[in-house]
Each structure stands twice: as structure tokens, then as C-alpha cells.
């Protein structure tokens, strides 16, 4: 699996020679780079010219490859087609989930979203508030204990926030987002997993419910990467700041006891959730925490 993220922010063409991709800036030199290398491209410029050889070698290559908008933020996402093997009967079993599988799974995810909310209040502020609400979520989280503990979160987290207004920490947030969100739609996929059915969202004009509901526990994760951003709110996201978000990617969590790379965490995620459904059993599913957590 690929490491490096690559962020592509001038003009410039990109292709593939000799399976290794090739960069090459206006009035420069071409740089060459691995295609087994990469993880991740993100193309922040309008005027990026790219060969559909290297769309095509991207799906062999399992690389997640980010489109932006005029405001700089992941608006497309490419990812590899289905190549699991047991693509038919994963997406099967998938597909015919049970209903109270999809509420425990979801109160297990819910769970680990606050558990993991909560650690980043512990480290910003040294604040624990949020551990009272992690013993309350019910299966399917039928009380909405997750906004109970979003409400508050978010109140202690940053000052006169709210979220989804035109800011430069949402701005942040989301494009944070946007990077784990395409990288844990490209493990889905290549799990056999079906990314337009969620187990809690729903909504029809949605292609990636299931990621929508996969991505909650690592959310926490891009929070506590923009609480350290110096933030300015006349000001835009700067390339300092993008790369920070970018490497959200290569941030150590703890997963089943060991330290791997929120990417991993990803795969990971994607890998026990189909046991899971096979097994019919939502504790088959590993989430990531922060290191240390218990």
C-alpha cells in the first residue's frame, strides 16, 4: 500500500512513464515519483492537465485521487473500482444486513466517537466532561446521545463556533474530512463493501452513506489536528495549513492495541466491518482511539 500524499497546487501536467508518475511544472524540470508509493493525490489547481492513463493506473494502483473547487476544497473523488475477490457475496451480505446488526453496529460507533470526542477535550483543555455520555448511547442511538455530546463538544472546543457557516475553521474541518473520507471510500470498495448503503444515513442522493457512517470515530482526529492551526478568520486555508490536514493520513492512532497510521485504521475499519457482517456481530468491528486511551 502507497505512503505518500501529493499535493498538486500550480499548473502543471501530470502522466505516467514506466508505472512512475511524472510531474512536470510549467518552466521546470520533471519529477518523477513511484505510483507504489502513493496514497493519495489531491489536484488544488484549475489548470492541472491530467492523461486518463494515469486515472486508469490509479485504480490498478489503489490510489485515492482528490479534485478541488475554485474555494480549494475536495469536491470529486476518485476511487478503484470493486477488485475484492468475494465481491458478489460481500456486497450480498452487505446489502441484506439485519436491522438490529445496523443499530448495534451504530451504537458501537457512536460509543467510539465520543470516547475518542472526549480524549481530544482531555488533551486541549484537560476537560472530561464527555465521558459521562458514553455509557448512555443505546443501540441505534435512539436518544440522540451523540448531539447531546456534539452540542457540547463543539461549545468548549472552539469559541462562537458553528458549525457549517463560512468560516475558516469549518473550512478546515471539512477539508480535513474530505481526505479520510475519500480514503476510507477507496477501502470499501476494495473491501467489496457497498458505499451507497449506510447503516444510519439514508439519504438517496447520497453515493457514500456507508462512509458517512464509518468515518464518525476518526472525525476527532482532523478536530484535534485544526484546534492547533493557528486560525485567523479573514484569512484562507494556507498551504502550511493543507499539508497539516493532508498528513491526518499518516497520524498515529492505537487500534487493537497497537500504533499504526489513521490510513491503516481505515483499511482496518473497512476489513472487520465485512467480518463483522459476516459474523453477524458488531463486536467484530475495531475502531481507532487515541493513544493511550482506554
Known sequence: MGYKTLLFSTPCKLRV?????VYQPENNEEITIPLEDISTIVLENMQIEVTNYLL????????????????????????????????????????????????????KIIQQKIKNQSNVLKLVLENDC??????????????NIEGQAAKQYWSL??????????????????????IVRGTLAKFAA???????????????????????????????????????MPIFEDSELTKADKASLLNILNMQCQYKG?????????????????????????????????????
Open 56 to 107: 486508469s493506473m490509479c485504480g490498478e494502483y489503489n490510489i485515492t485521487l482528490f479534485s478541488c473547487d475554485k474555494k480549494h476544497q475536495p469536491n470529486v473523488v476518485l476511487t478503484p473500482f470493486y477488485q475484492h475477490s468475494r465481491n458478489t457475496k460481500i456486497a450480498f451480505n452487505h446489502i441484506n444486513m439485519s436491522e438490529p446488526l445496523k443499530k448495534r453496529l451504530w451504537q
Open 17 to 21: 512513464k514506466n508505472f512512475q508518475l
Open 258 to 294: 497497537e500504533q499504526i497510521t489513521v490510513q491503516t485504521a481505515c483499511e482496518r475499519v473497512c476489513q472487520t466491518f465485512v467480518k463483522s457482517i459476516e459474523k453477524n456481530d458488531s463486536n467484530v468491528l475495531e475502531l481507532p482511539q487515541f493513544i493511550g486511551a482506554k
Open 130 to 143: 464527555l465521558d459521562i455520555y458514553c455509557d448512555k448511547v443505546k443501540s441505534g442511538d435512539t436518544t
Open 190 to 228: 476494495s473491501s467489496g463493501l457497498v458505499p451507497c448503503f449506510g447503516i444510519h444515513h439514508c439519504n438517496e442522493l447520497n453515493s457514500f452513506n456507508l462512509i458517512e457512517d464509518l468515518i464518525e470515530p476518526f472525525r476527532p482526529f482532523v478536530d484535534l489536528i485544526v484546534s492547533g
Open 157 to 178: 472546543l472552539f469559541k462562537n463556533f458553528k458549525r457549517h457557516t463560512e468560516t475558516k475553521h469549518n473550512a478546515a474541518l471539512d477539508y480535513g474530512y474530505a
